[in-house]
């Protein structure tokens, strides 16, 4: 017993199998062959309609806005032509889905999952694809994301504190040859801040922060004038003192022992315990790229919180960005 479709030059033999199987088989790769075509074949209407909506504004490659439609592709795409440099492209060229195989539908599936603190490797078994489409897709949100946190400015309360995850053997060096510096060469220090509204995290390439290096991190993501509060650290002073800030200090050892709410400090406590959870989902993760992940984490606990509109918001901001990331680029 076979189903075979030309189109696709897909077989499914099963003649080693007992005849009175060959119908619960047939029903097998049917529904298996129909999971492949909607995956595969031509994008439907609405999510034509959907990709068309969004407005190309320059041209990919020399970046001319001058730039006039130019009919639609087999698939119905808008087509563009560039008026200064010749060039011709669709509506998905230099895109985050420039020759996508798959329906946006999938990666609309997959972001859910990746949105809900769930591993790649889980999340495309649950979207039926390949691990390595997980890691591929995966690479192109974090460039997607790779300026995110650049915009996001806390003011009035604004709480602050480090936290410290370790680093592997084989992770241990960074990309210039030289070893983590500070309290131990084995762990990453990652500065933290929250207005409860937002939220950034950004490592630091010391464990122990010294003010220079506290002041280069913090200095752009908080607003003069603010209420800081944090535990008495003393590379924060110079905060304090260059941004005209208010602050409420406690020492660590007195309100370490304080759970949940009654710890002033239970803001960012809170953050920190999820991104030990999101760094364990997440295991195997290579220090040298932990910025791309700490990116991908404050666009998950930052707004909007309805995850739907999370990847509305997410899919708007990847056809802002200019780039294209071929899959055997990826893994070549």
């Given at each position: 017993m076979a189903v075979q479709n030309k189109k696709y030059n897909l077989q499914f033999n099963y003649q080693i199998l007992e005849k009175k199987?060959?119908?619960?088989?047939?029903?097998?790769?049917?529904?298996?062959?129909?999971?492949?075509?909607?995956?595969?074949?031509?994008?439907?209407?609405?999510?034509?309609?959907?990709?068309?909506?969004?407005?190309?504004?320059?041209?990919?490659?020399?970046?001319?806005?001058?730039?006039?439609?130019?009919?639609y592709t087999p698939n119905l795409l808008k087509k563009y032509r560039c008026k200064d440099c010749n060039f011709s492209f669709n509506q998905l060229t230099n895109t985050f889905l420039d020759s996508k195989k798959i329906s946006l539908g999938d990666w609309i599936q997959f972001l859910l999952g990746l949105f809900s603190f769930n591993s790649?490797?889980?999340?495309?078994?649950?979207?039926?694809?390949?691990?390595?489409?997980?890691?591929?897709?995966?690479?192109?949100?974090?460039?997607?994301?790779?300026?995110?946190?650049?915009?996001?400015?806390?003011?009035?309360?604004?709480?602050?504190?480090?936290?410290?995850?370790?680093?592997?053997?084989?992770?241990?060096?960074?990309?210039?040859?030289?070893?983590?510096?500070?309290?131990?060469?084995?762990?990453?220090?990652?500065?933290?801040?929250?207005?409860?509204?937002?939220?950034?995290?950004?490592?630091?390439?010391?464990?122990?922060?010294?003010?220079?290096?506290c002041f280069e991190i913090y200095k752009d993501h908080i607003e003069k004038g603010?209420?800081?509060?944090?535990?008495?650290?003393?590379?924060?002073?110079?905060?304090?003192?260059?941004?005209?800030?208010?602050?409420?200090?406690?020492?660590?050892?007195?309100?370490?022992a304080l759970n949940g709410e009654k710890n002033p400090l239970h803001q960012i406590n809170k953050i920190h315990s999820l991104l030990k959870y999101f760094l364990t989902v997440h295991r195997g993760i290579n220090k040298d790229n932990l910025q791309n992940w700490l990116n991908l984490f404050s666009f998950i606990i930052n707004k909007p919180f309805d995850q739907n509109l999370k990847v509305i918001l997410f899919i708007k901001m990847a056809f802002s960005c200019n780039f294209t990331l071929r899959y055997r680029d990826k893994f070549n």
């Open positions: 199987d060959s119908d619960l088989y047939d029903f097998y790769a049917q529904k298996i062959f129909n999971w492949y075509q909607e995956k595969h074949d031509y994008p439907m209407f609405e999510e034509v309609e959907f990709l068309n909506s969004f407005e190309r504004t320059h041209c990919p490659r020399c970046y001319s806005p001058k730039i006039i439609k130019n009919g790649t490797k889980s999340t495309s078994f649950l979207n039926r694809n390949a691990t390595k489409t997980g890691i591929y897709w995966l690479e192109k949100v974090f460039i997607v994301l790779k300026q995110y946190q650049e915009n996001i400015i806390l003011n009035k309360k604004v709480w602050i504190d480090e936290t410290f995850v370790s680093v592997n053997k084989k992770h241990q060096k960074l990309k210039n040859g030289k070893l983590y510096r500070g309290i131990s060469r084995n762990k990453i220090c990652i500065c933290t801040g929250t207005n409860k509204k937002q939220t950034f995290l950004i490592v630091s390439k010391k464990s122990k922060l010294d003010e220079k290096t603010s209420c800081l509060i944090h535990d008495s650290e003393k590379s924060h002073n110079i905060l304090v003192k260059e941004l005209d800030l208010k602050e409420k200090k406690y020492l660590a050892k007195e309100i370490k």
